[in-house]
Structures are given as C-alpha cells and as structure tokens.
T-cell receptor
Framework: EDKVVQSPLSLVVHEGDTVTLNCSYE??????LLWYKQEKKAPTFLFML????IEKKSGRLSSILDKKELFSILNITATQTGDSAIYLC????????????FGQGTTLQVKP | NAGVTQTPKFQVLKTGQSMTLQCAQD?????MSWYRQDPGMGLRLIHY???????DQGEVPNGYNVSRSTTEDFPLRLLSAAPSQTSVYFC?????????????FGPGTRLTVL
C-alpha cells in the first residue's frame, strides 16, 4: 500500500529559528513529490520535485528530494509568524492520473 | 479565471440525507480530484477523474459517487450521509504543463453530519 509519512506532526519554534520538515514515502511508480502550505483555507503549492539532489528554492524556503532513500525535506530559514501553517507533503504515483497521496501534515507554529 | 470553485461553503446534514457538493474549474484542466481532510490525517483522495467521462476511486471512496459529464464540472454525491463523513472537502484540478504539475485547490466545503 502506498504511503507518505511526515514528521514531526507538530512543531513550535520562535521567530528567527530554522526548521526542517521531513517527508518519507513508500510508493510504487513514483512520479513527483509536492509540498503545500495550508493556512486557514485550501493548500497552496510550494514546490514540485522530480529529480534527486536538485534543490528548489523560493525565498527562505527550500526543498530537496532523495529518491534513493525515499524522502524529502523542506527547510525554512529565519522563520516568521506568517510561516505558521500546516505543511503538507504529497506524492504523485504512476502516470497521467493526477492523483496525489498526502502525508498527515506538519503543523508549524512560529511564536514572536 | 475563477480557478476552482466549490459550493456550498458550509453544510449541515442529518444522518441519511443525500446531497451533492459542486465543483467547477474554468482552466480547461483534464484532471480533477476530490479529497477530504480530517484532523491529523492530511488529505485523503476520495475519487478522481482524468477527463470527461472517466472517473476512478481513490483511497476512501465508500459512500460517495462522482460523475464527469463535462471537463468543467466534477460533482461529489453523498448517497446517505453518515456522521463519519463530517469533514472538510476539497476539490482540485491539475495543471499538467511541461514544467509545472500544480494542483489547484478549491476553497473547501465544511460538512457536518448530525
């Protein structure tokens, strides 16, 4: 059975800290791994990763995929209170279906 | 573009009632999906569609039906609502371009079954 596991499930840090969120997966026919940020409403897209070892960056956020060890990490540096959210990892399997398998999410709270 | 729209935003049902959650997208996306989100469980796929006339089951399809008669619309039907179906429901559609593979989510429907 395909599964995606995120850790930790929740995290509390202070502004300025650096955090690392983990996502491991066991799936057949891996196609891509995606990270989303969810605040009060629908998830919003952060990154899509398909190749091992290539870091994706957007401002203070970055992510990398290790297809050999079957995991990805999402780093957030110099955290701000606006980073408080649920961070979701999802894996797309097989080809041309568009369906995603999500992890449980990591709830990040950044305190002032 | 309105993106992905969902109606209603909130709904309260009694056990045994049926209803349809509406989802529409105006981006001409082939792929559409329905997820439910429960605390501590991320999003779980209910049903998905790879194009008009084609649907398939996801992880948690029991108690739900879908149809895809047009590219734009992908309604989700609850046949006989149960308290276990209390959840937040998200509809999504896929942009399958060459360099992106973004899934766009609707704003969600919060459903309570009493």
């Amino acid at each position: 059975e395909d599964k995606v596991v995120q850790s930790p499930l929740s995290l509390v840090v202070h502004e300025g800290d650096t955090v690392t969120l983990n996502c491991s997966y066991e799936v057949t026919n891996f196609r891509s791994l995606l990270w989303y940020k969810q605040e009060k409403k629908a998830p919003t897209f952060l990154f899509m990763l398909t190749s091992s070892g290539i870091e994706k960056k957007s401002g203070r956020l970055s992510s990398i995929l290790d297809k050999k060890e079957l995991f990805s990490i999402l780093n957030i540096t110099a955290t701000q209170t606006g980073d408080s959210a649920i961070y979701l990892c999802a894996v797309e399997t097989s080809g041309n279906t568009g369906k995603l398998i999500f992890g449980q999410g990591t709830t990040l709270q950044v305190k002032p | 573009n309105a993106g992905v729209t969902q109606t209603p935003k909130f709904q309260v049902l009694k056990t045994g009632q049926s209803m349809t959650l509406q989802c529409a997208q105006d981006m001409n996306h082939e792929y559409m999906s329905w997820y439910r989100q429960d605390p501590g469980m991320g999003l779980r796929l209910i049903h998905y569609s790879v194009g008009a006339g084609i649907t398939d089951q996801g992880e948690v399809p029991n108690g739900y039906n879908v149809s895809r008669s047009t590219t734009e619309d992908f309604p989700l039907r609850l046949l006989s609502a149960a308290p276990s179906q209390t959840s937040v429901y998200f509809c999504a559609s896929n942009d399958r371009g060459i360099t992106t593979d973004t899934q766009y989510f609707g704003p969600g429907t919060r459903l309570t079954v009493l």
